[in-house]
């Protein structure tokens, strides 16, 4: 168990809906990252928060946002879903930011499949 | 843009021991190098990291030259829980962590 929860585990919803993932990190960890893998891919990176504020983006769609809360739970918002936007998407946490390796601790994602 | 390369897939027997390198020749200075095992359906699960050197933990030993400009996982006698696919990571906390495609490597009996 790596100490981060994503809720919900699976989402099956229709196109053109808004649907919203949410990543308890470890305790202790600051930094949170967003990360989107379909079938048979690799790891997409999307955006990584430390501490409440954005830090880095990848490439992430317009239609997708994120944020980190004050008690560092984060929450990423799919709008306007689209067929290919179905995938596993991962949270992943670390202590720190910034000059430091702290390795990223992941959750076991949120199945999200567009109907 | 991923910083690293590694082989798309890797063959073994239980048993044997396993090398699979990365290849990451714009390593930055504050870069750590940091390796991780999936499983199908699972979020990546941390293995190993090193800045320089060499380390070895109770699952695998990572090899890093002077240069640091590849780095080699050394898994030991593998069983076939090991099938998974690895991924090599390069770059510092707060910054775009960008994982390559990874090394699929399948363990047989």
């Known amino acids: 168990d790596s100490g981060v929860t994503q809720t919900p585990k699976h989402l099956i919803t229709a196109t053109g809906q808004r649907v919203t993932l949410r990543c308890s990190p470890r305790?202790?960890?600051?930094?949170v990252y967003w990360y989107q893998q379909s079938l048979d891919q690799g790891l997409q990176f999307l955006i990584q928060y430390y501490n409440g504020e954005e830090r880095a983006k990848g490439n992430i769609l317009e239609r997708f946002s994120a944020q980190q809360f004050p008690d560092l739970h984060s929450e990423l918002n799919l709008s306007s879903l689209e067929l290919g936007d179905s995938a596993l998407y991962f949270c992943?946490?670390?202590?720190?930011?910034?000059?430091?390796?702290?390795?990223?601790?992941f959750g076991n994602g949120t199945r999200l499949t567009v109907t | 843009l991923a910083k690293t390369t590694q082989p798309i897939s890797m063959d073994s027997y239980e048993g044997q021991e396993v090398n699979i390198t990365c290849s990451h020749n714009n390593i930055a200075t504050n870069d750590y190098i940091t390796w991780y095992q999936q499983f199908p359906s699972q979020g990546p699960r941390f293995i190993i990291q090193?800045?320089?050197t060499k380390v070895t933990n109770e699952v695998a030993s990572l090899f890093i030259p002077a240069d640091r400009k590849s780095s080699t996982l050394s898994l030991p006698r593998v069983s076939l829980s090991d099938t998974a696919v690895y991924y090599c990571l390069v770059g510092m906390t707060g910054t775009a962590l960008i994982f390559g495609k990874g090394t699929t490597l399948s363990v047989s009996s």
């Open positions: 992943a946490s670390s202590v720190a930011t910034g000059g430091l390796g702290s390795p990223l601790h």
């Open positions: 090193g800045y320089k």
């Open positions: 305790s202790g960890d600051l930094s």
